[in-house]
């Protein structure tokens, strides 16, 4: 219905713009970051939970790699969950269906390492060297896949202002791999 269309399409502005607005303050570093010491497996439920009805619809497996005595990490709760978000909703957007996501992490000496992975349709290296830019949207799904090409680029600002790195291993037509790391001790 008419009613329907417009007040999606009101949704979908309003989503644009909130985004604009968080990568700017982001780069402009008028974010204030607020750490704290949280258990990442229970953020990763949260961010499975508000994906849930849309996991279930497209028949998609996640699968949670998370050791017992994991330590809490100390970063912004709300910005890591931000961006386990954004790498959720991508792997799961470019997944296939039945298809799984699988989110791994690891203790290192100095740091943790947190991947994301999907059995999607991964991406030519031509496409992966800008797929952290500003606006960069993939050809030929940006017409079949709804996106504004800032949520990686958002992520990548999250994770560096925490002193962490993030990257992506991908091949066409076998997944991709997303991987951000945080330092132990975070100083935002």
């Known amino acids: 219905s008419l009613s329907k269309t417009i007040y999606s399409e009101a949704q979908r502005l309003s989503d644009l713009a909130t985004t604009f607005l968080d990568l700017a303050r982001l780069e402009s ?3 204030s970051f607020k750490p704290s010491d949280f258990s990442l497996q229970e953020l990763v439920n949260e ?19 998370i050791p017992n005595e994991f330590p809490n990490l100390h970063a912004d709760r709300d910005k890591i969950k931000q961006v386990l978000l954004n790498l959720f909703t991508n792997a799961m957007k470019y997944n296939k269906p039945g298809g799984n996501i699988s ?3 690891v203790e290192l000496t100095d740091h943790y390492e947190v991947s994301v992975s999907d059995d999607g349709i ?12 500003k606006f960069y949207r993939a ?5 079949s896949i709804s996106g504004t090409g800032l949520g990686l ?3 990548k600002t999250i994770i560096e202002s925490h ?19 945080l330092p132990k001790k975070v100083i935002v």
Do not use: W
Not at 47 to 63: A, D, G, P
Not at 122 to 133: R, T
Not at 139 to 143: A, F, Q
């Open 29 to 31: 570093g008028r974010v």
């Open 139 to 143: 050809k030929p799904t940006e017409d």
């Open 103 to 105: 989110l791994k992490a």
């Open 153 to 155: 680029s958002i992520c």
């Open 163 to 181: 002193n962490g790195k993030i990257s992506v291993q991908s091949k066409q037509g076998s997944g991709s791999k997303f991987t951000f790391q």
């Open 122 to 133: 991964g991406m030519a290296p031509e496409v992966v060297v800008h797929l952290f830019e």
């Open 47 to 65: 961010t499975i939970n508000i994906l849930n009805h849309r996991l279930e619809q497209l028949s998609i497996n996640t699968i949670i790699d």
